[in-house]
């Protein structure tokens, strides 16, 4: 973002002057930078996938999750899977905001500051930016800085504005650490100080601060807080153009007629070498962090209505963090136990939900009808549950694997850890997955139709016998006949989407 900044010296005038850069410009800098941190951008960043993501989002949104909304608002705002529209990034920011989102509350703030998706409004931008910095946000109180610094809905006050910019440099904001520097270069609400000024805008350039590369730059042209050096005056002006600043530029021509060739190269060399170092905060922060992307979906489905609940073991074994979307809204479990033999998982959401009673597998019979509810390729499909039909096809899987039943239900990547129920809506099994359509074609010549797996019952009810708290509270099974719509509806109800990350 542009600072206000030292000019470099001319063959003129032994002195520099400080120069204000307009507000506009420092506002608008310093949302693209904040909403540039909100969300990691997937690789490739193909329209197909950014779309994807954005359903995905949109749906966990919905669900009233303070995350999801920040980061559905950043995708309107960035217009990230969906056409860009910064009064709905507003609406989503806000969302998030008044839940006491600090991230949402900074990105608020910055959004009534410059103007965007709202009418200009210093007085609701300063609100939001309080609550995000006294929450610990070091965006939030940088943004407080730079508004009592430039007298923006409240008084102009240097003291303040450097107790802020001091919260958040000492979190390792790099902005903030540039405008301390800048403060001090200026003599703003603290004695002039040139060393200290260095200080702070070596901080921040050593973190990849364009502003603080470029005021560094001029520091060592200058001579002013360090010796004079053009070598690292030519480093830092270089790294700081190499990011767009055109005053840098003005700083390498100066610097460069008074160095050798022998100089620059030496100079060009480290200034090639250089790699951003980010710094750790020395207290815990909430300031914007990249926010992840669910890395696999899966189904569940829950066996007890106090909230535990079945998947896949394949579908949670490499999670750092499980959500499951619910018709109660966005849900963390944990997991409780896992089989990955058997390729199953006991997880345990808090809350109160419809749950589907389990059978032994043993009785059912080739041919006989199941039918599975679950979120399968939900970025192309949507979100909403897809049922699926079929019969056993086969009392053992893959090679005669008798712990599978092989099923004709059409399943799809995502039908993993969905209930397999039979006519009576008991759990027959435990859908896990198809037949490898590559080694099949590899092996036979031809592709599979339709050939799918699940574990059967009796193995997770074995599974369950080794978690008394959880066996003693499971359905008795159902033995009277049932309309089949009342079946797909139990189905349904009992399932769940799951996120993994």
Request: proline share 4%; hydrophobic share 30%.
């Given at each position: 973002?542009?600072?206000?900044?030292?000019?470099?010296?001319?063959?003129?005038?032994?002195?520099?002057s400080?120069?204000?850069?307009?507000?506009?410009?420092?506002?608008?800098?310093s949302l693209f930078l904040l909403l540039a941190a909100v969300v990691v951008r997937l690789p490739a960043q193909q329209?197909?996938?950014?779309?994807?993501?954005?359903?995905?989002?949109?749906?966990?949104?919905?669900?009233?999750?303070?995350?999801?909304q920040l980061d559905l608002g950043v995708s309107y705002a960035k217009g990230q899977g969906v056409a860009k529209d910064e009064v709905e990034a507003v609406k989503w920011f806000r969302k998030a905001a008044e839940q006491g989102n600090p991230a949402a509350q900074s990105v608020l703030g910055l959004m009534y500051a410059d103007g965007r998706g709202v009418p200009q409004d210093y007085a609701e931008a300063f609100k939001w930016s309080r609550k995000a910095a006294e929450q610990g946000s070091s965006d939030g109180q940088f943004t407080l800085g730079m508004m009592y610094r430039m007298g923006n809905g409240v008084p102009q006050d240097y003291g303040e504005a450097i107790r802020w910019f001091h919260k958040a440099a000492d979190q390792g904001n790099a902005s903030s650490q540039s405008d301390l520097g800048f403060m001090y270069a200026k003599g703003n609400g603290v004695p002039l100080d040139d060393a200290e000024a260095v200080r702070w805008y070596r901080r921040a350039a050593?973190?990849?601060?364009?502003?603080?590369?470029?005021?560094?730059?001029?520091?060592?042209?200058?001579?002013?807080?360090?010796?004079?050096?053009?070598?690292?005056?030519?480093?830092?002006?270089?790294?700081?153009?190499?990011?767009?600043?055109?005053?840098?530029?003005?700083?390498?021509?100066?610097?460069?007629?008074r160095m050798t060739?022998?100089?620059?190269?030496?100079?060009?060399?480290?200034?090639?070498a250089f790699i951003p170092?980010?710094?750790?905060?020395?207290?815990?922060?909430?300031?914007v962090i990249s926010r992840e992307n669910p890395t696999v979906t899966g189904t569940g489905f829950f066996i007890t209505d106090d909230g535990y609940l079945i998947s896949n073991y394949h579908v949670v074994k490499d999670a750092a963090r499980i959500r499951l979307v619910t018709s109660a809204g966005l849900i963390t479990p944990k997991v409780i136990r896992v089989d990955a033999a058997n390729d199953l998982a006991l997880l345990k959401a808090e809350g109160h939900f419809a749950s589907l009673p389990i059978t032994s597998s043993r009785a059912v019979k080739l041919g006989g009808t199941v039918a599975t509810v679950g979120f399968p390729d939900i970025g192309l499909q949507g979100f909403a549950p897809k049922f699926a039909r079929g019969e056993i096809a086969s009392l053992s899987g893959a090679g005669d694997d008798a712990r599978y039943f092989q099923i004709s239900v059409p399943?799809?990547?995502?039908?993993?850890g969905g209930a397999l129920v039979d006519e009576h809506g008991n759990v027959v099994g435990v859908v896990s997955a198809k037949l490898n359509a590559s080694a099949a074609l590899a092996t036979t010549g031809a592709l599979p139709e339709n050939v799918n797996y699940a574990v059967k019952s009796s193995f997770l009810l074995s599974f369950l016998e080794s978690v008394p708290e959880v066996s003693a509270k499971l359905k008795e099974p159902i033995s009277v006949e049932r309309k089949f719509d009342d079946v797909v509806q139990s189905a349904q109800g009992a399932a769940v989407l799951v996120l993994v990350y």
């Open positions: 973002m542009l600072q206000n900044r030292p000019e470099i010296l001319n063959s003129q005038s032994g002195k520099r400080l120069n204000n850069v307009h507000m506009k410009s420092k506002w608008v800098t329209n197909e996938t950014e779309r994807k993501q954005f359903d995905i989002t949109k749906v966990i949104a919905e669900s009233g999750d303070a995350t999801a050593e973190q990849g601060n364009r502003d603080g590369q470029f005021n560094l730059g001029v520091m060592y042209a200058n001579g002013d807080g360090v010796p004079r050096n053009y070598i690292d005056a030519y480093k830092w002006s270089s790294l700081a153009a190499s990011q767009g600043d055109e005053s840098a530029k003005k700083t390498l021509s100066f610097v460069e007629m060739p022998d100089q620059v190269a030496q100079a060009q060399n480290e200034a090639s170092r980010k710094e750790t905060p020395n207290s815990s922060s909430n300031s399943v799809q990547p995502g039908n993993s």
